[in-house]
């Protein structure tokens, strides 16, 4: 049975919404004993608490129940309980996935909860149901508060703590073989397996503007040890800072970011780059975005000033958004870019194409997995080459990543992930294989 979209939404954040009607609410004939019936008198008595408690009871008896599981998401809803709102109605959904009316409650149940991607990825998806006038009215306004919660969380200031720990089966990223040519290699050229420390710290920074404009900045400095492999021991910093425009649901970004990094104490890299993005929202269920980066890469010792380059890349992305009843994201991103040598000599010049495919669910309303698989193809173009040959590296990589919010404690978060690369090349001096597992836990404060 489908009940209609419920008879009032009071929308706390928007000054001046008034209850809407539709039409009554029609339930399956029973008598005055029906619970069903019972909690729907007390919902319309707005004694949603009543309603809770008389049918929290009967959920290992009713639950599964399309009319049972919609009229427990209310009552948990008008209670204050909106997290069990959002699992009990999710059930109805799962049955039914046109049931409009527990769409809407699922929606405000997102909302309440506090999971805004959540409750606008509902709302949007409901606006292309042709709904009624006054549920029309009633969406818009509860995505404008959204939008005012968008707007006030970016004017913040949040730091964060990072400690990580694991295992790198190829922390320098290098062949396995210990001779090259009939030279024998540098041992810290070969595969050297290491256990790591992470630690870093940094900051993330966002001011809003009445004209939906924003300064997004952020910032990050951290260290890896590497006990047995410690001349790679890395200190990295990077510096970024962006503006963004957003418009409907259209966003444009443009940006600057610097990054640099000591290897085993000494200065090792600098990067300085120009971003550019334009992302797009339609459909209310897919996202396509453009970007850009023009970036000069310096490298600091003498010796290795022979791979300076001017790099290039730009990327297209396809995703859709809020799959399922674990508001599952699916996506693709094509790459293109290349690398133009500062040294006439240099063999670094290089053509690249690559692709990614990406994944993430959520688990829970604190749990999220992620996955992707991605390959990279880069020529290098430029004379005299790598040793008489036109060199050519066939990348692939694969990473699957979790974290769980608020764990240990409200403010924490862990992500344990793996992710493995492994590098094919016509020269064999840059062929590897680098598995990496870790465990990384964040403490975020204001």
């Excluded at 042709?130 to 009215?137: F, I, K, L, W």
């Excluded at 030279?183 to 595969?191: A, C, I, S």
């Excluded at 492999?229 to 649901?249: E, K, M, P, R």
């Amino acid at each position: 049975m489908r009940y209609p979209i419920r008879a009032a939404f009071l929308l706390a954040l928007v000054a001046g919404l008034t209850a809407i009607a539709t039409s009554p609410t029609v339930f399956a004939a029973g008598t005055s004993d029906d619970p069903l019936q019972q909690a729907r008198g007390l919902l319309d008595a707005h004694q949603g608490d009543a309603a809770y408690q008389l049918l929290v009871p009967l959920e290992s008896q009713l639950g599964g129940s399309e009319d049972y599981d919609y009229m427990l998401g209310l009552a948990a809803l008008d209670s204050g309980h909106a997290s069990e709102a959002v699992f009990s109605l999710e059930r109805v959904l799962a049955v039914d996935p046109a049931f409009l009316g527990a769409r809407m409650e699922l929606a405000r149940a997102r909302y309440e909860s506090g999971d805004a991607p959540g409750a606008r990825s509902q709302f949007q998806y409901l606006l292309t149901q042709s709904p009624p006038e006054s549920t029309r009215n009633v969406i818009e306004q509860y995505l404008a508060a959204l939008d005012q919660r968008r707007a006030a969380s970016r004017n913040q200031l949040r730091g964060f703590f990072d400690a990580g720990a694991g295992y790198d089966s190829n922390a320098n990223g290098a062949t396995s073989n210990n001779q090259f040519l009939g030279f024998t290699l540098d041992p810290r050229n070969v595969e050297a397996h290491s256990s790591f420390v992470e630690l870093a710290a940094g900051f993330n920074q966002s001011v809003g503007f009445t004209n939906g404009a924003a300064l997004v900045s952020s910032g990050r400095l951290g260290h890896r040890f590497n006990p047995d492999a410690n001349f790679i021991d890395l200190t990295a910093g990077s510096l970024a800072s962006q503006l963004q425009w957003s418009w409907g649901g259209t966003r444009l970004d443009f940006g600057a970011a610097a990054d640099f990094d000591w290897l085993d104490g000494a200065s090792h890299q600098r990067s300085v780059a120009l971003d550019l993005g334009l992302n797009r929202s339609f459909a209310a269920v897919w996202q396509f975005g453009i970007d850009a980066r023009a970036a000069t890469v310096r490298f600091q010792e003498s010796a290795l000033a022979v791979m300076d380059v001017d790099r290039w890349l730009a990327a297209v992305s396809l995703s859709r958004v809020g799959i399922g009843e674990h508001q599952g994201r699916v996506g693709i991103a094509l790459l293109l870019g290349g690398d133009d040598a500062r040294r006439s000599a240099s063999p670094y010049g290089n053509e690249r194409a690559g692709a990614r495919l990406y994944s993430s669910w959520s688990m829970s309303q604190s749990a999220s997995l992620y996955g992707e698989v991605a390959y990279l193809d880069t020529n290098f173009k430029d004379t005299p080459g790598f040793f008489g040959v036109d060199r050519a590296d066939r990348q692939w990589s694969a990473l699957v990543a979790t974290e769980y919010q608020n764990w240990p404690g409200k403010g924490w978060s862990l992500a344990p992930r793996i992710r493995y690369v492994k590098s094919n090349s016509n020269i064999s001096l840059y062929e590897f294989d680098r598995v990496e597992a870790a465990v990384f836990l964040r403490r975020a404060f204001r």
